[in-house]
Every structure is written in structure tokens, then in C-alpha cells.
């Protein structure tokens, strides 16, 4: 079975910091998860336990208000969760998320950072862990704020 999330470990540490890496990464991503791909994220930062990862404002994720939409802030949350928190898994462990929610707090305009700092569990024991996602605009106001659960066991 090919462990999906050690080729996405392998090829970050290895891509990362050449010219156009971090944009190919995060294109790959996009492919993995092809729902995530719609929003275009770019990972910025991502290492165990923590993510950042931006998503430019244009038509393609904006509601009928001019502002980014409430589905397209979720799946950034989501896709911020689930980088942090599978990057730093052991081996031979699977996730799924089984729970999201968000709170909006300001309109959503122009570039946006979602932020994730958790504490993956060390083994693959059955268990189920909760992270925040916090996302904010050009400007550092918060503009949601967002909690993933994922289930851990192993393969």
C-alpha cells in the first residue's frame, strides 16, 4: 500500500526551498484532494504540527456579497487542519475528519492566511483529536475561526 502521507512528507522536505517548490507542492495537494484544489491553496509554511497556508482572493471563491465564501473559508480551515496534523503522524497511521466548524467573524476580502498549530499523537492508536484553525486577512484581523476533528487509527 503506498502511504500517501509519507510521499506529501517526502517530497515538502525535499521541494520546499527550491525556486517554484512550495507552489508545486501545494498544486500537488490540490491533486491528492481535488475538493481542496478548487480554492487553489498555497501552502506557505508546514512542518509537524503546524501549517500556514494562504488563498488568494478572486471570482472563483467570492459569494454574490463581494467577500470570500463561507464554503471556501472552510475548506481552507480544513485543508490548514489536515496539513498540521498529518504531517506530523507516525508511520503506518490514517486520518479522517469526522467533525468541522467555523466561526465567522468578519467578512472575508483579499488574501488570507490560515494558521494551524496542534499536537499530532505519537502512535496510531484509535482516538480522536480536536485543532483550531484560526484565518486572518491582509491586515491580521481574525476573520474565522475553525475546529477540526480527525480521527486517528492505524492502516
Not at 1 to 10: E, N, P
Not at 46 to 51: K, T, V, Y
Request: net charge positive.
Amino acid at each position: 500500500m503506498i502511504d500517501t502521507l509519507q510521499i506529501l512528507r517526502d517530497t515538502w522536505d525535499r521541494m520546499r526551498d527550491l525556486p517554484g517548490g512550495r507552489r508545486a507542492l501545494s498544486k500537488f495537494v490540490g491533486t491528492m484532494a481535488p475538493y481542496t484544489g478548487t480554492i487553489s491553496p498555497e501552502i506557505l509554511e508546514l512542518e509537524r504540527g503546524f501549517s500556514r497556508v494562504q488563498m488568494k482572493d478572486r471570482r472563483g471563491v467570492r459569494n454574490h456579497l463581494k467577500s470570500i465564501h463561507a464554503v471556501a473559508l472552510m475548506n481552507l480551515a480544513e485543508a490548514a487542519s489536515g496539513l498540521a496534523f498529518v504531517y506530523g503522524l507516525p508511520p503506518q497511521t490514517r486520518a479522517i475528519l469526522t467533525g468541522l466548524s467555523i466561526d465567522y467573524l468578519k467578512k472575508a476580502r483579499g488574501t488570507l492566511v490560515a494558521e494551524c498549530t496542534c499536537d499530532p499523537p505519537a502512535t496510531n492508536q484509535r482516538q480522536e483529536v480536536e485543532i483550531e484553525v484560526i484565518t486572518r486577512d491582509a491586515s491580521g484581523e481574525i476573520v474565522t475561526r475553525a475546529r477540526a476533528k480527525w480521527l486517528v487509527g492505524p492502516l
